[in-house]
């Protein structure tokens, strides 16, 4: 069973950064790994994954901001986030994808990772303006 636990949201100004984390254990072989976030009263939306051979890929509105990256000795999945807007207010979530990978051992944004994955609990950003 996979555990994960994410941890670095909070609130802050806009403009300002936050780095996320996620640890992940009782799982092998991860393929891709992503952020999705959700804000009340919208759909949710995938932001960043990663490949387990370092390709990533970012929806269009965190482009150029975000970067997704894994630390895989310490089994940490990380987003920093820059350049913060009161649009990327949401509860994040670190997604991994199932045994065996997801269909065509796909990992991009829109690919099946929300539809197929194990989400952890969430960490809350908030962006103020």
């Known amino acids: 069973q996979v555990l994960l636990e994410e941890s670095g949201g909070g609130s802050v100004q806009g403009g300002g950064s936050l780095r996320l984390s996620c640890i992940y254990s009782g799982y092998i072989g991860t393929r891709c790994m992503g952020w999705i976030r959700q804000a009340p009263g919208q759909e949710r939306e995938e932001v960043a994954t990663i490949h387990s051979n370092g390709d990533t890929t970012y929806a269009d509105s965190v482009k150029g901001r975000f970067t997704i990256s894994k630390d895989t000795a310490e089994n940490t999945l990380l987003l920093q986030m820059t350049s913060l807007k009161p649009a990327d207010s949401a509860m994040y979530y670190c997604?991994?994808?199932?045994?065996?990978?997801?269909?065509?051992?796909?990992?991009?944004?829109?690919?099946?990772?929300?539809?197929?994955?194990?989400w952890g609990q969430g960490t809350q950003v908030t962006v103020s303006s």
């Open positions: 997604v991994v994808d199932p045994p065996g990978g997801l269909p065509n051992n796909r990992c991009y944004i829109r690919g099946g990772l929300a539809e197929f994955g194990s």
